[in-house]
């Protein structure tokens, strides 16, 4: 096998979707992100949600094409850490964030 072989190979395996072969889209797509940040990078046709710690960015595309019934252009991974403190309170747990940017003829409604 030769190393272009090899790297073909690769990449057919690094596309496979991996969380949706046991995970609904329901259950990778977990909530849409609302913030003062989000909301302003909406007028870009950029949308954040807090998906699955498991999916990948073929998990995260087919589910918002399956759930949205839109094309997504770009998909960002984001693992946000934990920020806890031992003299705080407050705590936030870790998540996965996908940014999905989409063209500018598609929208999302996000209703809160």
Not at 23 to 41: G, R, V
Not at 69 to 79: D, E, F, R, T, W
Not at 85 to 107: G, H, N, P
Request: proline share 4%.
């Amino acid at each position: 096998m030769t190393f272009r072989e090899k790297l073909q190979q690769r990449a057919k395996k690094n596309m496979a979707p991996k969380a949706l072969k046991t995970f609904t889209p329901y259950d990778i797509i977990l909530s849409p992100l609302l913030t003062e940040k989000t909301h302003t990078a909406q007028e870009v046709h950029k949308y954040a949600f807090k998906v699955h710690g498991d999916a990948n960015k073929n998990d995260v595309k087919q589910a918002i094409e399956y759930l949205y019934k839109v094309h997504p252009l770009k998909i960002n991974m984001v693992n946000v850490p934990f920020k806890g403190r031992s003299q705080r309170k407050l705590v936030r747990a870790d998540y996965k964030k996908a940014i999905i940017t989409l063209s500018d003829k598609e929208k999302i409604e996000i209703w809160v």
